[in-house]
């Protein structure tokens, strides 16, 4: 086994300042900026047990299609590893579901890890782990007691 690389103070600094601007531009709802900065054009966003998703086209229409469903989006970071390839990051998501009476906010812990070498600026693979549950619930109460359908949402 090779020995572990040795990393910097400022290496995992940067890389701390790095995952903070990631979800701070991703609460933003700006995609294109989003994909732009943090991404490869060809980096497998794996969700929960989805199928992968490859590349901007890919993610980029799955998170216009979660957007449509939500009034606001904000991630509080609860911690952070940060290895030479890798970066772990536990953090809670908090969203409030578009056309929800109440405009109640659900919270969800999430485990992310970021595929990244510790100099770059772009992340190859995301490995996202969390119970979306409580957010298709909400979703679903919002939908029941507004009298929206995903079809109006869609323009279907």
């Not at 970066?87 to 890890?113: R, S």
Request: proline content about 6%; hydrophobic content about 35%; some cysteine.
């Amino acid at each position: 086994m090779p020995p572990p690389i040795e990393i910097s103070t400022e290496q995992i600094d940067a890389s701390r300042t790095w995952v903070y601007d990631f979800y701070k531009a991703f609460d933003s709802f700006n995609l294109d900026y989003w994909l732009e900065k943090f991404y490869k054009p060809d980096t497998i966003l794996n969700l929960c047990s989805n199928p992968p998703m490859i590349g901007f086209d890919q993610i980029r229409a799955h998170f216009e299609n979660q957007q449509l469903l939500l009034t606001s989006m904000k991630h509080d970071i609860k911690y952070i590893d940060v290895l030479s390839d890798r970066i772990y990051v536990q953090n809670e998501a908090n969203f409030i579901v578009k056309n929800d009476p109440e405009q109640k906010e659900i919270k969800m812990k999430a485990v992310c890890l970021f595929w990244k070498n510790i100099d770059g600026e772009k992340v190859s693979a995301i490995d996202v782990y969390f119970d979306p549950t409580p957010l298709a619930d909400r979703y679903s109460y919002s939908v029941s007691t507004s009298q929206l359908s995903l079809d109006s949402i869609f323009n279907r």
